[in-house]
DNA sequence: GGTAGTAGCCTAGCCACGTTAGGCAAACCA
DNA sequence: TGGTTTGCCTAACGTGGCTAGGCTACTACC
């Protein structure tokens, strides 16, 4: 019985490659299990259950993004920041269908407010402070932002734009043109 | 052996009352052979598989909403008829989480092409007509709002707007006033 | 360097779910 | 009235989630 070697850090990972490659729905313990060439029960050693698991994707994935979009932001203000957040979020989205899914499920107050969700709002803030916007519009200049770059890419990864022949990554920079457009001139209320 | 008197709809039905009380992701065969006081097994009599039945619900949902949209556009132009189909299609979403949570499976082809999906997006479409774009901007325009008003309520329901005290409902609307701000004003290339 | 503890893995076993195959009975139709 | 179809059943197999309890390899400490 040579020990596989198994940690949480591992196992978060390989489910994180693992549901990259065959979508969220399909990461299951027992695939997860196969993979370390270990049996299923073996894994309830390291995690409490499939969804502590899911869970544990979820904050790498968070950290993750943040981390690239922290790295993107550095140094740019204005459309250039907006672009720059936004290019990439949509590309770690893309680049990790299985992670960004990951993120969407519902944490934990406490949980989600130790995440890098935190960071995540605050970068979101600071690009806004090139737009010069005062709440509450700052706070609706955020969910705004963060709704159209989700559901844009939600629509894309779930093929809802296959329909039109223009391509998304033309619509997508026109929608970032439109966003910085109304961003500057911020309708009152 | 009374018979139970299951039908394809019915069952279509069931599934997505069964989605929107206990979520997507719950409703199993086996839940539903149980709400028919019928076995697993008979149910496939009607439906070829699971996925079968999530495809039934995807479209009776894409109906349903095809239908109110269309109800609350009748008589609206501009700036009106964005906010009618916007509300009508968050509240779809908020009373129906379920039917809206199947209606992002992803659909084959030739059955997205024979769906309701198409009204969805001619109705959409009518609305530009109201600012005035014309291509590419329209199909670049569609895809904003669409993905706006997809990601805003997806946002909502998995509970990213809690951790700030504004209302959804507030930002919302504000989110309209901008949407269409920039709608009528749509950036040059 | 022996030995106690514990960490890491295993087998066995339970339950829920999806799905197929084949059987029987109720409803319909001639 | 008898045959056909339709609707439901039981039986069975595979996958997956999870718990309980046991064995073994490493670790630490005397």
Redesign the interface.
Known sequence: MARAGVTVERLTLAAAELADEIGMANVTVAALARHFGVKDASLYFHIRNGQDLRVRVALLALGELADRVAAALAGRAGKDALVAFANAYRDYARRHPGRYAAM???LD?ET??ASA?VRH?EMTRAILRGYRLSE??Q???V??M???????V??ET???????P?T?D??WS??L??????LS???P?
């Open positions: 969407q499920i519902d107050p989600a407010a969700g709002a509450p519009d706070t609706d200049a969910r705004m963060h709704s159209t770059f989700h559901g844009f939600s629509l779930t093929g809802g734009f296959r329909h039109t223009r998304a033309d619509s026109r929608t043109d439109a966003l910085d457009a109304v001139n911020w309708p209320a």
